[in-house]
Each structure stands twice: as C-alpha cells, then as structure tokens.
Nanobody, 122 residues
Framework: EAQLVESGGGLVQAGGSLRLSCAAS????????IGWFRRAPGKEREGVLC????????KYADSVKGRFTISSDSAKNTVYLQMNSLKPEDTAVYFC???????????????WGQGTQVTVSS
C-alpha cells in the first residue's frame, strides 16, 4: 500500500525556518510529480510547490516563491520542504503529495499524507 508520512511541523516565530520531511513507501513507480499542499483554517487547500517528473521543473505558488524550496533524497525515499522567512499566513497543515504526470501537480494530487501542522507566530 502506498503511503506518505510527513514530519517536522511545529511552532516557529515569524521570520524563522522549518524543514518538513515526507517519507514515501509502497510506491511501485517513481513516475509521479512530487509536491506539497497546505490547508489553512477556513481556506481552500493550496498547492505550495511541486516537481514535475517529466522535465524536472519546479512549480511554485506565488505566495512562497523565494522562500520555500523542495528537495529529495531518493536513497531514503524522502522529500523535504525547506521553509524560510516564514510568515503568520503560512500557518496551515502541510501534506505531501504524489500526482500522476500531466495532471497539474499544483492543482491536484492522487496520493497524500496525513499532514503536519505548521504554526507561525507573529
């Protein structure tokens, strides 16, 4: 069974940094776009950033450009979300995702984890 398990969330002051991890298991293929979404209280889910498996390009939400980066360690089947210069509006549950190629990895996903809470205090 395919699983994604996030960790690394917590409470951080505005301007601080946090790194989230996502461990993948049970996937029989590497042919997925990998990414991160978030859901803030009272708001719709938002695609944060993702890597296209077809061309390796990274897509970002405008709200996180220049502050968030994504990386991966294939040996550990782990994806990381490095978040710098955090703002109170970044407060949300963050969850990692896998999307079938060609379906817009910032707009949708086919697999997702349970999420980890990130709270940014002002």
């Amino acid at each position: 069974e395919a699983q994604l398990v996030e960790s690394g969330g917590g409470l951080v002051q505005a301007g601080g940094s946090l790194r989230l991890s996502c461990a993948a298991s049970g996937f029989t293929s590497d042919n997925y776009d990998i990414g991160w979404f978030r859901r803030a209280p009272g708001k719709e889910r938002e695609g944060v950033l993702c890597i296209s498996s077809s061309d390796g390009t990274t897509k970002y939400a405008d709200s996180v450009k220049g502050r968030f980066t994504i990386s991966s360690d294939s040996a550990k089947n782990t994806v990381y979300l490095q978040m710098n210069s955090l703002k109170p509006e970044d407060t949300a549950v963050y969850f990692c995702t896998r999307t079938f190629p060609g379906y817009g990895c910032l707009e949708s996903y086919d697999y997702w984890g349970q999420g980890t809470q990130v709270t940014v205090s002002s």
